[in-house]
């Protein structure tokens, strides 16, 4: 798999723990997801908003997670160091797409790539509504030329 580490503005590493390995030694393959959503609470946090308690961002934005596509490529094991690149590789009129790489700093191999469709929600109906503008700005600002802005 070819990628282009320079697409991708925000990282955060982690650590495999014992808790998320199998019976094989390996991670189970939904921590990787785990993985994928610690890199955008991280990625949001770098924008500047703070949780909430309750475990909400102080943004107003309301999103749900419409679709979650993953591809592993190697396995990850106890003790290894995981960089998880995060982006937003495009914003729609009422959804938006974070994409993770998931990589290993020591070898450069390639854990799993994710593909995350969230949907932004009406916060009194939960329908979905148009992102709005200041945040659609804030990610274009963050992301700079590799956002795609498709208009529906």
């Known amino acids: 798999m070819q990628v282009d580490l320079g697409k991708y503005k925000h990282k955060y590493r982690i650590r495999v723990r014992n808790f998320e390995v199998d019976s094989q030694g390996i991670v189970h393959n939904a921590i990787y997801l785990e993985y994928c959503e610690t890199g955008r609470v991280e990625y949001i946090r770098e924008l500047g908003f703070k949780l909430l308690p309750g475990g909400v961002f102080d943004s107003g ?3 749900m997670v419409k679709r979650n596509e993953i591809t592993y490529h190697y ?4 003790d290894d160091l995981i960089d998880v ?3 937003i590789s495009f914003i729609k009129n009422s959804s938006f797409c974070f994409e993770h790489l998931l990589v290993n700093p020591d070898t450069n191999k390639i854990y799993c790539y994710n593909k995350s469709i969230q949907v932004n929600l009406n916060p009194d109906t939960n329908s979905p509504e148009r992102i709005a ?3 659609r700005k804030l990610f274009m600002d963050f992301e700079g030329k590799d956002i795609e802005i498709i208009e529906e």
């Open 133 to 135: 503008d200041k945040f």
């Open 61 to 63: 934005i309301k999103v």
């Open 75 to 78: 396995p990850a094991r106890i």
């Open 85 to 87: 690149y995060t982006r």
